[in-house]
Structures are given as structure tokens and as C-alpha cells.
């Protein structure tokens, strides 16, 4: 099969989701092209069946702000024509989806008539797709996808509740590839953040308001009082200066480091003792996921999909968001005790299992089979 792959080239959730899923396909066999404004993050090797088309936009003195979809939808159409594409797989709905379904008009002109799928996966449905601005153009793309996925079920009843959808959403969740994100023996490592044994938190997000960054130190502080730790804050972001600033000001900051975006999260997983996730929404909670494949046990909000991953009592524990009294008490309980901690990291480990890349990867192989069937149908029909 010959996919296109468009997605934000970042270092959040849905590019990271759509690389590793189009490298996975790439490794079974599958043709896999990426289509968008810069190399994604993570597609940072040489495979034979992987591509990477970039899409250029033109600066002309006439636009205040480049036509960026316009310039994608017209790629779409140059690289599914040349490459004879099967099938389109766009990730977050803005503008990728609006930008698919026009690529597919202009294709039919051409006697080409290619199917696209959409995923959804937080931000572009939860909070953005919700802007006036866009919510016309977000129900309409939705509508007219051939396919449709959410990566949980609370987003999937947020989409039917807050959006006028006549199509069918198919839930396939969030995955882990655990040639990636295992235990990796890194004791010097751990020993050169906590000399003295002290248990290590850590973070990771991209910093934004959602991701309530400040009730992590705050929760931090909580716990560094009953039980010497340190925390390691991964990422970067709008809230980073105003969360250092907190460090510094509730007397906490060297015990506290933040590292900036990280290529290699696994390996800091990997000395870490609990992670911390107090956000106000996650759609998934795909860094919690990352973190239980190292067996990191997490301590998160009850917002969204986490309760999809985290169960409670088991492999972490759950909050209502802005409880950091609560959060804090309940990682003191894990944390406090050497057997209490060992049992929830292998709990945090056969959880994520769950989410075996192995597992997820068919189910997207058999929806792309279904949507190009359907697609077939309707044309011959």
C-alpha cells in the first residue's frame, strides 16, 4: 500500500503519533510519504520505504499570512498524482483535513479519486476546532473524511457532542513502540541527578496552559518536603519562565532542573521514579504512556482520556484537576515505600503493554483496507 502522511512536524503529540505510525507501516512493507512544512522530529533515518515531501510556501508581499493550506492541498495533489498514492492519512484537522478534502476535488479532475482519513487528537477538536473561526470548516472536513479515528473515547464523545458529525468515528488508541521506550540501563545517569538516592520525578509537555505546569511544582514541592527528590521538567514552552520563577520562589529550585526538549526521553525515563501529568485535558496521554513503557508509574489528572490510560490504584493515580494536595499525598504513598513503588513500576509496565505498537498497527492497516474498499464501491457505484 502506498500512504500519504500529513501531520505537524513537532515534537507534540499528533506529529509524534503520525511518525511512528508511518515508520511502523514503512517497516511492514508499506510505501509511506510524509507531505508537510519540515522534516518531522522523530523521522531521523534512512528507510527505503520512507519519503519526505516538503511543502514550500511562497512569501508574497500581497498576503499577509502565507496561504499554507493552499500550498499543502496543492502538494497533496502533485505527490498523489507522481507517487500514485493509495490513500491520505491526516493528522489534526487543521487545516490538514480541510486541505485532504480539497486535494481530493482537484484530483477527480484528473480522474484520480483517492479516499482520506482523518485523526483527531486533542487540541484541534477540544479547544481550537471550538474558535467560531473554525468550527464551520472543522465540521465540514470531519464530515466529508472518508475515514475517521479519534484516539479515545472521551474524544470521540467531545467530537459528537460539541460538533455536528454525520460520519462514523472509529476509536484506535495511542500506542507505544517498545523497540523504543523500555527500562535502559542508565544508573550513572541516575546517580548523577540524585547523589543521595533521592526519588526523581519528571514531567514532560510542551509547556502550555493546559498542561498545568504549575501544579507539578507545586505538587513537586508537597512531596520534596516529606521525601528528598528531585524534578526533572522535559520540554519547553509558553509557561516554562513563569514555572522556573515559581521554582525559585517556593525555595525549591535546586532541587528542580529543567532540560528543555529532549530527543532521547527514553533514557530519562529510565532513571525516573514517577511522572507527574496534572493537565487540564489530554485527549490521550501519550507522555504518560511513554513513561509507563519504562515502568514509570503516573500520577495524573481524572481529564479526557487518562482514564482510558491510567488505572487507578494499579500502575498510577488520578486526581481531579488542581488537587496537588490530593496528587501529592498520593505519590508520598508510592514513593514512601521500596516495595509499594517496585509493584506499581511493574504494574506501570504491564499497562502499557496494552498499547504494544504490534497491537494498534493492524487495526489502522484493516480501517485504511475498509475506507479503499468503500471508496471503490462508491465509484463503481
Known amino acids: 500500500m502506498k500512504i500519504g502522511i500529513v501531520c505537524y512536524p513537532t515534537f507534540g503529540g499528533s506529529g509524534v503519533v503520525a511518525t511512528e505510525l508511518g515508520k511502523a507501516l514503512a517497516d511492514e512493507g508499506h510505501q509511506v510519504h510524509f507531505i508537510t512544512y519540515s522534516q518531522p522530529a ?3 533515518f534512512f528507510s527505503a520505504n520512507l519519503f519526505y515531501h516538503e511543502v514550500s510556501v511562497r512569501d508574497y508581499p500581497l498576503f499577509d499570512y502565507a496561504p499554507y493550506e493552499s ?37 477527480e479532475t484528473y480522474g484520480i479519486n483517492i479516499p482520506f482519513v482523518t485523526t483527531l487528537h486533542g487540541t484541534d477538536i477540544t479547544l481550537v476546532g471550538k474558535d467560531p473561526t473554525y468550527k464551520p470548516v472543522v465540521t465540514f472536513s470531519i464530515n466529508k473524511s472518508d475515514g475517521v479515528t479519534t484516539v479515545s473515547q ?33 544508573d550513572h545517569f541516575k546517580k548523577a541527578i540524585a547523589p543521595n538516592n533521592e526519588r526523581i520525578l519528571i514531567h514532560t509537555s510542551n509547556f502550555r496552559k493546559v498542561k498545568n505546569t504549575a501544579d507539578v511544582i507545586r505538587t513537586f514541592e508537597k512531596i520534596q518536603a516529606v521525601i528528598p527528590s528531585k524534578l526533572l521538567m522535559v520540554g519547553d514552552g509558553p509557561e516554562r519562565a513563569a514555572d522556573e520563577q515559581l521554582c ?14 529532549q530527543d532521547a526521553i527514553e533514557e530519562i525515563l529510565s532513571v525516573s521514579d ?27 489528572s481524572n481529564a479526557g482520556g487518562l ?7 494499579f500502575c498510577g493515580y488520578m486526581s481531579n484537576v488542581g488537587d496537588v494536595d490530593d496528587m501529592a499525598a ?39 483496507n475498509k475506507v479503499i474498499q468503500e471508496q471503490l464501491k462508491l465509484h463503481d457505484a
Open 330 to 368: 498520593k505519590a508520598i504513598s508510592i514513593l514512601s515505600d521500596d516495595a509499594v513503588l517496585k509493584q506499581f513500576k511493574e504494574n506501570a509496565l504491564i499497562r502499557a503493554k496494552d498499547f504494544d505498537l504490534k497491537k494498534i498497527l493492524p487495526q489502522y492497516v484493516d480501517y485504511y
Open 248 to 261: 525559585r520562589s517556593l525555595g525549591i529550585g535546586d532541587h528542580v532542573r529543567f532540560l528543555g526538549k
Open 42 to 44: 522523530r523521522l531521523d
Open 307 to 313: 482514564p482510558e490510560l491510567n488505572i487507578n490504584g
Open 71 to 107: 500550498a499543502l492541498a496543492s502538494k497533496l495533489v502533485d505527490v498523489v498524482r507522481f507517487e500514485q498514492l493509495d490513500i491520505l492519512h491526516v493528522h489534526y484537522a487543521i487545516p490538514h483535513a480541510s486541505a485532504a478534502f480539497m486535494a481530493k476535488q482537484i484530483l
Open 274 to 300: 514517577l511522572f507527574l501529568m496534572p493537565s487540564e485535558s489530554e485527549s490521550f496521554g501519550l507522555a504518560a504512556l511513554e513513561a509507563m513503557a519504562c515502568k514509570v508509574p503516573a500520577i495524573t
Open 154 to 186: 472521551s474524544l470521540k464523545d467531545d467530537t459528537e457532542k460539541h460538533f455536528d458529525i454525520k460520519t462514523e468515528i472509529k476509536v484506535i488508541p495511542n500506542f507505544i513502540d517498545f523497540t523504543r521506550f523500555s527500562l535502559k540501563p542508565k
